[in-house]
């Protein structure tokens, strides 16, 4: 992620960087301005880096130029680009398909299709996130009642098990609920982890950081 590049870029002896997790592309416009960025060369404090914006639409490219001193070989010069290769706008390919490879993967991917078009439920009333910033949205009180659920589950039989337990979340149709409407109401498989709370509240100050700085 942005925020652990910064850093990781100042730590001797990383040679280039492979990062993600925004959905942005590196270099680009979207990182002007920022600390350390050098676009025209594709690097973050010296070192070459790359994030190939998401879902396959670009191809991440850094080349290296090495040197053989005593031995041991280090990085005199390098570019990065990361190079286009869907049109997310028009929905097309910009290469050329590799049939090779597709033959190649071809049982795990319709294996994969397969699951994530399989039922895991089913909901009797529609579930959406249309209005979630403006009201109590059922897409996340569903994740939320769940992880409630999961903790509440686990604490049975402990000290904790009659402590009142907060379940926090942040942002289906009616019918079966498959695998693939999870994903995309939830992309990333959350770390379920609990917080002891007494009533001392200490205050963190916010600092922005490298990825929210403000343009």
Avoid at 11 to 17: R, Y
Avoid at 178 to 185: A, N
Wanted: aromatic share 8%; charged share 25%.
């Amino acid at each position: 992620m942005e925020n652990s590049v910064l850093y990781l870029s100042q730590v001797e002896g990383i040679d280039a960087i492979l990062f993600g997790h925004a959905h942005k592309t590196f270099p680009s416009a979207d990182f002007k301005g920022k600390t350390g960025v050098d676009l025209e060369k594709g690097t973050i404090n010296g070192v070459p880096s790359v994030e190939p914006g998401f879902w396959g639409d670009h191809l991440g490219i850094i080349d290296l130029n090495l040197e053989n001193a005593d031995g041991k070989w280090k990085v005199v010069d390098s570019k990065t680009e990361a190079r286009p290769i869907y049109d997310t706008a028009n929905k097309k390919s910009l290469v050329d398909t590799d049939q090779a490879i597709v033959d190649a993967v071809k049982t795990e991917h319709d294996a994969t299709i397969e699951y994530v078009r399989g039922p895991v439920g089913n909901t009797s009333a529609p579930i959406n996130s249309y209005f979630a910033l403006v009201q109590d949205d059922p897409s996340i009180q569903i994740v939320t009642n769940a992880q409630k659920w999961y903790v509440e589950k686990n604490l049975k039989g402990t000290e904790y098990e009659n402590l009142p337990v907060l379940s926090a979340g942040a942002p289906f149709k009616a019918g079966d609920v498959t695998e693939r409407l999870i994903i995309r109401t939830f992309r990333q498989e959350r770390l379920r982890s609990r917080t002891y709370l007494t009533s001392t509240c200490t205050r963190i100050p916010y600092t922005p950081l490298w990825s929210r700085e403000p343009k």
